[in-house]
């Protein structure tokens, strides 16, 4: 059964701290991994795909790197507003509209 | 709409009653998704159509739960005689054909079912 498993599952920085999120996965035959950042009350807002090791993405303060068996979201002197619950998800492939998610990281950065 | 539309954003009902929740994709997206999500979970894969076909169905729970997509546009999941632990977030997500491979879907803000 695939599997995705986030840590820490809260992470609270203060403004400009610098720190990473981790999501390791056992998924056969990985075909993509997503990462999505939700807000309170909101749907999940798509960030990140990475598709082979040693891939990266960067996204402003964000950056997604991605190894055989886990990923990072790397998060780079952060600030107030990138509070919020970061998701990882993984879809094999054959069946690659199926992402499989984390429990999700909760992220507050405090001013 | 300019996101993907779901109602009702808050649904109360009876144990037993039966009940249904629609989603309204973004234009242009043929690819429709239902997943579910827990509070303090990430959200859970239940059905999945390509323009009106259902192409997966194997999350859906059991057989009180059913999907449709008629005209390939507007999703109705339905939940028939419905029990308290089916009360949780429902959230319809859309994307460009394709756009599972990216991971790029575009999720609605849900609607929340509360079985008493």
């Known amino acids: 059964e695939d599997q995705v498993t986030q840590s820490p599952e809260a992470l609270r920085l203060q403004e400009g701290e610098s720190s990473s999120l981790n999501c390791s996965y056992t998924v056969s035959g990985l075909r993509g991994l997503f990462w999505y950042r939700q807000d309170p009350g909101k749907g999940p807002e798509f960030l990140f795909t990475?598709?082979?090791a040693g891939e990266e993405k960067e996204k402003e303060r964000l950056k997604a790197t991605l190894t055989k068996k886990e990923s990072f979201l790397h998060i780079t002197a952060p600030k107030p507003e990138d509070s919020a619950t970061y998701l990882c998800a993984a879809s094999r492939g054959g069946s690659n509209y199926k992402l499989t998610f984390g429990k999700g990281t909760l992220l507050t950065v405090n001013p | 709409g300019a996101g993907v539309s779901q109602s009702p954003r808050y649904k109360v009902t009876k144990r037993g009653q039966d009940v249904a929740l629609r989603c309204d994709p973004i234009?242009?997206?043929?690819?429709l998704y239902w997943y579910r999500q827990a509070l303090g979970q990430g959200p859970e894969f239940l059905t999945y159509f390509n323009y009106e076909a259902q192409q997966d169905k194997s999350g859906l729970p059991n057989d009180r739960f059913s999907a449709e997509r008629p005209e390939g546009s507007i999703s109705t999941l339905t939940i028939q005689r419905t029990e308290q632990r089916d009360s949780a977030m429902y959230r319809c997500a859309s994307s460009l054909r394709g756009g599972a491979n990216t991971g790029e879907l575009f999720f609605g803000e849900g609607s929340r079912l509360t079985v008493l």
């Open positions: 990475l598709y082979s």
């Open positions: 234009s242009g997206h043929v690819s």
